[in-house]
Nanobody, 128 residues
């Protein structure tokens, strides 16, 4: 059974940091681009960051630029989301996802149907 399992979420004060991890099991995703999305209550799921198969290219939503970074460790079959300078508006459930492609063309990295596997999500709450 293929699974993506997120961890590392929690409650943090504004200005603080969290590091999320997404561990894959059931198959390797070394040849797949990966991404993080988030969904706040009452809002649509939105793109946060993506990384291509070898980590050579990353893509970042404007709302988290210079604060969030994405990385991956092929040996551990894990993708990470480092979140710094957190703001209350970053409060959401964060999901990792595996794309059906190795790399992106154009701006399709934010296109939800491109992602074939999803984790169950981890809650991040930022208090003011």
């Amino acid at each position: 059974q293929v699974q993506l399992v997120e961890s590392g979420g929690g409650l943090v004060q504004a200005g603080g940091s969290l590091r999320l991890a997404c561990a894959a099991s059931g198959r390797t995703f070394s040849n797949n681009a990966m991404a993080w999305f988030r969904q706040a209550p009452g809002k649509e799921r939105e793109f946060v960051l993506a990384i291509n198969w070898n980590g050579g290219s990353t893509y970042t939503a404007d709302s988290v630029k210079r604060r969030f970074t994405i990385s991956r460790d092929h040996a551990k079959n894990t993708v990470y989301l480092q979140m710094n300078s957190l703001k209350p508006e970053d409060t959401a459930v964060y999901f990792c996802a595996a794309a059906g492609v190795a790399y992106f063309s154009g701006t399709y990295y934010s296109h939800l149907p491109l992602y074939h596997y999803w984790g169950q999500g981890t809650q991040v709450t930022v208090s003011s």
